[in-house]
């Protein structure tokens, strides 16, 4: 046997006996009928532990969590469902609900009913903001899509759909800002382009496909989507697979890619209404700051989510090759977009394996202390020497910023939530401070 022919051989057999983790599993895809098992996981062979799986039942439960469920690679691996809340109980997606919103847009793209570059007036009229005809024309179904309309998010009613509320605040491309009614016209938009109300095309494109169940109800300006638990996850799923369900591409990869990667460049964490985690910066509803590294620290870098009010979240990492869906009502971190409550949940899934020691995973992260907190705080396990420490509220305001100092006084602030960001060379860190 020549050389050659033996080095070949030796890494045949190399490959061959790798480890299963490390190569890529496929993605299981249970039955479209609601009625057929789902296949599931055991929690053990993932190596977590039933008392940390507790300790995270009792958080989520805190939290007034009313239904969860977790896969791996499409199986069932935790499901728990809270009080009367039942595997087939309804509930409100609220912004997480934006998602599908942007599948569906991009089905229509694909079947040439609209293009995203296209003007929203060519669906809705001229007319239908309370702009000039010029700015209003500047305004594309894209700039809808990525939160870039130019529109006042600042009006006294940030729904309201009709012309006398949308103001112009800057030129279309320019400005990011979290605005729910350009969004919501984009339902408008689609019901334009197809012809048919949102729950058929919805129907026919996304839940007869996947065996999904729920459908739009319009609440004021809104529209809502509402379903169950086990819904959702299949459509975290379907996301998981790059738009694919067993084997069947549905929506068209080159605007699947766009959907969930940076968008445009103010805002590098969002992509078509889905929110991005792993860039180098984000930024929040009702400000124009920007703030520096991931949104969510303790989730995998390629993680993504759509993120609704009251705590409504479907989160999704094709490197874990976990989907965690949670529905509820408001926790104590509550907001417009649960940035802080994602991040606290994948914080609690990272824990949940027992052959990793919570302390090793924590060795690395700041502490603060006391928390909650009412003079003075302490932020330790800092490890460079220059280090800046910058505390916003919960709306994205700077309210306090110190270099080189670990110990802070806060007892000028008001009770509530807050933010602390600790700044080291190209790292950050961003942890929740409650202040009594």
Not at 188 to 216: C, E, F, I, R
Request: proline share 4%.
């Amino acid at each position: 046997m020549t050389t050659m022919k033996k080095l070949l051989l030796i890494l045949c057999l190399v490959l061959f006996l790798l480890p299963n983790v490390i190569k890529s599993q496929p993605l299981y895809y249970p039955p479209t009928s609601t009625t057929a098992t789902w296949e599931t996981i055991a929690p053990s062979s993932l190596g977590w532990c039933q008392t940390r799986i507790d300790n995270l039942y009792t958080f989520l439960e805190q939290e007034n969590t009313k239904g969860f469920i977790v896969l791996k690679d499409g199986k069932i691996v935790l499901e728990q469902y809270f009080g009367t809340f039942t595997s087939q109980s309804l509930w409100y997606w609220a912004s997480a609900g934006k998602t599908i919103t942007s599948f569906l847009v991009g089905k229509a793209q694909e079947e040439n009913l609209l293009n995203i570059n296209d003007r929203t007036s060519i669906y809705l009229g001229e007319g239908w903001t309370n702009c000039t005809l010029a700015q209003e024309n500047n305004i594309t179904i894209k700039n809808q899509l990525t939160m870039t309309s130019g529109l006042d998010d600042g009006v006294i009613d940030n729904d309201c759909t009709d012309p006398i509320c949308l103001e112009y605040t800057a030129d279309a491309g320019t400005r990011w800002a979290y605005h729910n009614a350009p969004y919501t016209l984009l339902d408008d938009v689609l019901q334009s382009a197809t012809t048919v109300n949102l729950n058929t095309y919805t129907q026919l494109k996304l839940k007869t496909p996947t065996g999904m169940t729920g459908g739009w109800t319009t609440i004021d300006f809104n529209n809502v989507y509402f379903s169950n638990v086990r819904s959702m996850a299949r459509f975290g799923l379907l996301i998981q697979g790059n738009g694919a369900w067993n084997g069947t591409q549905l929506i068209n990869s080159t605007y699947f890619n766009e959907m969930v990667n940076t968008s445009q460049n103010l805002n590098k964490s969002y992509g078509y209404l889905w929110w991005l985690n792993g860039k180098p910066n984000y930024m929040l509803p009702t400000t124009q700051l920007i703030f520096p590294g991931s949104y969510a620290v303790n989730a995998p870098s390629d993680m993504i989510a759509g993120l609704g009010r009251d705590g409504q979240i479907v989160s999704l990492s094709q490197s874990s090759g976990l989907v965690f869906v949670r529905m509820g009502e408001a926790p104590s971190s509550t907001s417009s977009v649960p940035t802080i409550f994602c991040n606290q949940i994948w914080q609690k899934i990272n824990e949940l394996d027992c052959t990793l020691e919570i302390n090793n995973q924590e060795r690395n992260k700041i502490v603060i202390g006391p928390n909650p907190a009412t003079n003075t705080i302490l932020i330790s396990n800092i490890e460079s020497e220059k280090y800046s420490v910058e505390i916003f509220d919960m709306i994205g305001n700077s309210i306090l910023k110190v270099s080189n100092q670990s110990t802070l006084d806060i007892s000028l602030l008001a009770s509530g939530i807050y933010l602390v960001n600790v700044q080291q060379g190209n790292q950050s860190q961003t942890q929740k401070l409650i202040i009594r």
